[in-house]
C-alpha cells in the first residue's frame, strides 16, 4: 500500500511536467514561426484574376477549423491558386473557403489539401 502512495503521484507529476514541456515547447515554435508555420511574418498573398467566373462551372463551399490568422487563409488560398484552373477565396474570420473550377474535384481532394497544411475540414459543399 506504501508503494501506491508513492508510485501515483510520481506518476501524476511526471505526467504534469511532461504536458508542461510540451506546451512550453509549442509556445516557443509558435514564437518563431508564427500561429501557422508562416515564419512569423506575412504570407505573400498569389495574385489572381477575381474578375471573370464564367469558365468556372463548380464552386465548392468549404468549412475549415484550426484556422487563427489572415496568414492561415492566405497559405490555404495560394495552395490552391497554384493550381491550374482553380480559384479559391479563404476567410480565416468566417472560416470558410470558397473554391471555383474549371473541372470537378473530388471531396477527398480538397480534404487532403487543406488538411496537408494542418487544418480540418468541417464540411463540403458543392454548388452548380
Partial sequence: MEILQI???AVIVSALVIIAIISVK???K????GCCGSGGGK???ISVDKS???EYKYKYTVEIAGMTCKNCSIRIS???NRK???LADVSYEDGCAIIYSKESLKDLSI???IVGLGYSVSGITEEI
Avoid: A, K, W
Fill in 111 to 113: 480534404r487532403q489539401t
Fill in 26 to 28: 509549442t509556445y516557443l
Fill in 43 to 45: 504570407e505573400n498573398e
Fill in 30 to 33: 509558435n514564437l518563431t514561426q
Fill in 7 to 9: 508510485i501515483i503521484p
Fill in 52 to 54: 471573370d467566373f464564367s
Fill in 78 to 80: 495560394n495552395v490552391f
Fill in 84 to 86: 491550374d484552373g482553380i
